[in-house]
């Protein structure tokens, strides 16, 4: 599977393995060209090979969700395990993402 794909409205991107400051910076940039080009309405993260995110993975997101929420664009979280569930909630990104069951 493509790590950025646009079904419908939504852009969806998987979400690697570990999220650092290494790769943060080519998710966002890449994800904006698609926010960008292909006019989508919504963001979905999937975090289904996700073990390890940083810092760096919170900056992807709340740039992600500044850029989509100026559209009306909403952004969800899907297959988060329990260790990425409780880094969105310290952080206070569930309070912007919507997480998915």
Known sequence: ???FKVIDNYL????PEEIDHH???????????Y?????????VFDFEDTRFMDSSGIGII???YKKISCFGGK??????DRQIKRILYISGLHKIVEIME
């Open 12 to 15: 969806m991107i998987r979400m």
């Open 75 to 80: 952004v969800f979280a899907i297959h988060a």
């Open 23 to 33: 790769k943060s910076g080519y998710i966002s940039e890449r994800a904006d060209r």
């Open 1 to 3: 599977m493509e790590d």
């Open 35 to 43: 926010i960008l080009r292909e006019k989508v309405d919504n963001i």
């Open 62 to 64: 709340m740039g992600r």
